[in-house]
């Protein structure tokens, strides 16, 4: 779905890696951190003028305030990302991302959830990867090229953008694909057997699907690969674990 993150906020620079660092809960629209060393936390409320509130750690963060309700799609995308998003570069991104998909590589990922609060009245959310292309490697604003999302599990009436068209399978998962457009091409890939976590995900294999499908060029760039959740309504409890992502073991 449509992110818009970095854009008005902040980024603060993080302890390394091992370090067991503590980090201030994150209640900006756009705030951001630094965590892990090498991935930016962010809250990214983009859906809703309620409050919501992440607060974060090395590799994940819990989604301590949400607030939003929206029917009509998500109210948010707080996440983490690896790569440059509206011009700012994660740290250790060098030779990573922004990487040319005509010689992408390995790009596997390790991603864990656990939530949300089942004491909330309603909660309605999806949890997915959100991965993004552009035809230059040093876009300072917006991606114009496509953007790709991996649904591992969604609640009963969120969907992704456009409709389902067949099914495919990735690395030994089936997933049903789906077409859309807002101002640019959308395709998700959902998963027909819902998972909260994710293993040495192959995302080279969906690229190369899309790519294949016409809807990725191969002279773009993958620019970020970001994971998280997008609540529509509700979503307090949701946590990520653990998040990583690396290009040829980087």
Do not use: H
Not at 15 to 39: E, L, P, T
Not at 167 to 172: L, T
Not at 188 to 193: F, I, M, P, Q
């Amino acid at each position: 779905m449509l992110t818009l993150v970095v854009a008005g906020g902040s980024i603060f620079v993080g302890n390394a890696v091992g370090s067991a660092a503590s980090y201030a809960q994150i209640c900006g629209q756009f705030g951001s951190q630094v965590v892990g060393g090498k991935y930016v936390a962010q809250n990214n409320r983009w859906g809703t003028s309620k409050n919501q509130c992440i607060t974060p750690f090395d590799t994940g963060f819990t989604l301590d305030v949400a607030d939003g309700t929206n029917n009509a799609g998500p109210s948010s995308y707080p996440s983490l990302y690896r790569g440059c998003v509206y011009g700012y570069c994660t740290p250790g991104s060098t030779n990573v991302f922004p990487a040319p998909v005509r010689t992408l590589g390995a790009v596997r990922s390790n991603f864990a959830t656990t939530g949300p609060d089942k004491s909330q009245p309603v909660n309605q959310y999806n949890t997915a990867y959100d991965i993004w292309f552009d035809p230059t490697a040093t876009n300072a604003g917006r991606n114009t090229g496509a953007e790709m999302m991996i649904w591992l599990n969604r609640t009963s009436w969120v969907q992704p953008i456009g409709k389902p068209y067949y099914d495919v399978n990735i690395g030994g998962v089936i997933y049903t694909v789906w077409y859309g457009k807002i101002d640019l091409p959308v395709i998700s890939y959902v998963r027909k057997t819902p998972t909260t976590t994710v293993s040495n995900l192959p995302i080279d294999l969906f690229v190369r699907d899309a790519t294949n499908r016409g809807v990725i060029r191969s002279t773009w760039y993958m620019t970020s690969v970001q994971a998280g959740f997008e609540p529509w309504t509700g979503g307090k409890g949701l946590k990520v674990t653990n998040f990583s992502v690396t290009r040829n073991g980087l």
